[in-house]
């Protein structure tokens, strides 16, 4: 039995087996069945849940705004929007509807789990603001310290002492996930205020004068935040699907 045409490509027909073929010579074949199971399973635990049922009038209402807010009010320019994105109508109202189901359907999955994976990941959620003046001694370190604590500028003594490249921003670093941080510094961060000094810390081979200037805590009141997260725990979700799938491949 010949292989189904699965495209053709000016009036060349290209055979399913021969798509499966160019996959795995571009190395882009387990990716392809990757994103086939993925929707497999998400198609399945849509259709087969109860608890996800979407209103028809929100769906309508979405339609509605983009076209608005795309311009596409006029029925001939929406018509031809969609043959030109290689759609239609019933495509495009099934791929809106799909997309709250998924929506909702991350929510169910990973309602259960999130407030204990936050707890797990917070000490990487949180960030910290800090001012750095690095040189290559401790005795400069201390001596610029003293300097600061008798009144002197750290802006000014990051501008004029610091070798690290923030200097340019008096010293200024950008927010650090604290997880990402020296576990001396994170100690040093953790019993202290904004404001304040932390004494030099060697850092390979170099001493770093910090100032904490803020402090970021994470939380899941922060609908990025929770989003980013609902995403990851639904990506480990699903690769625990996949893993637990028996798949063949079958192009005859």
Same mark, same amino acid.
Request: glycine share 4%.
């Given at each position: 039995?010949?292989?189904?045409?699965?495209?053709?490509?000016?009036?060349?027909?290209?055979?399913?087996?021969?798509v499966?073929k160019?996959?795995q010579?571009?190395?882009?074949?387990?990716?392809?069945?990757?994103?086939?199971?993925?929707?497999?399973i998400?198609?399945?635990?849509?259709?087969?849940?109860?608890?996800?049922?979407?209103?028809?009038?929100?769906?309508?209402?979405?339609?509605?705004?983009?076209?608005?807010?795309?311009?596409?009010?006029?029925?001939q320019?929406f018509?031809?929007?969609?043959?030109?994105?290689?759609?239609? /109508?019933?495509?495009?109202?099934?791929?809106?509807?799909?997309?709250?189901q #998924?929506?909702?359907?991350k929510?169910?999955?990973?309602?259960?789990?999130?407030?204990? /994976?936050?707890?797990e990941? !917070?000490?990487?959620? &949180?960030?910290?603001?800090?001012?750095?003046?690095?040189? &290559?001694?401790?005795?400069?370190?201390?001596?610029?310290?003293?300097?600061?604590?008798? *009144?002197?500028?750290?802006?000014?003594?990051?501008?004029? /002492?610091? #070798?690290a490249?923030?200097?340019?921003?008096? *010293?200024?670093?950008?927010?650090?996930?604290?997880?990402?941080?020296?576990?001396? #510094?994170? *100690?040093?961060?953790?019993?202290?205020?904004?404001?304040?000094?932390?004494?030099?810390?060697?850092?390979?081979?170099?001493?770093?004068l910090?100032?904490?200037?803020?402090?970021?805590?994470?939380?899941?009141?922060?609908?990025?935040?929770?989003?980013?997260?609902q995403?990851?725990?639904?990506?480990?979700?699903?690769?625990? !699907?996949?893993q637990?799938?028996?798949?063949?491949?079958?192009?005859?």
């Open positions: 039995m010949e292989s189904a045409t699965f495209l053709t490509v000016n009036n060349q027909e290209i055979a399913l087996a021969e499966v160019y996959l010579i571009s190395g882009r074949l387990g990716n392809f069945i990757n994103d086939v199971l993925r929707q497999h998400i198609e399945q635990e849509i259709n087969t849940r109860t608890d996800i049922e979407i209103s028809s009038a929100l769906i309508e209402q979405t339609i509605i705004d983009f076209r608005l807010k795309n311009q596409l009010t006029d029925p320019k018509q031809e929007w969609l043959i030109n994105n290689g759609t239609d /109508y019933t495509t495009f109202h099934t791929s809106i509807t799909f997309s709250f #998924l929506e909702k359907l929510a169910l999955v990973t309602e259960s789990k999130l407030p204990e /994976y936050f707890i990941r !917070k000490i990487y959620l &949180d960030r910290v603001v800090l001012s750095r003046i690095l040189v &290559d001694s401790r005795e400069l370190a201390e001596e610029l310290q003293t300097q600061i604590e008798e *009144g002197a500028s750290f802006e000014q003594l990051a501008k004029e /002492y610091s #070798l490249d923030e200097k340019v921003f008096n *010293g200024m670093m950008g927010p650090i996930s604290r997880g990402t941080i020296p576990d001396i #510094l994170r *100690g040093a961060v953790d019993a202290t205020v904004p404001g304040k000094l932390i004494n030099p810390i060697e850092i390979e081979g170099r001493f770093a910090f100032r904490l200037e803020q402090i970021l805590p994470a939380s899941l009141e922060d609908p990025q935040l929770k989003q980013s997260l995403n990851e725990l639904f990506e480990k979700w699903l690769g625990e !699907k996949i637990n799938l028996t798949v063949k491949i079958q192009v005859n």
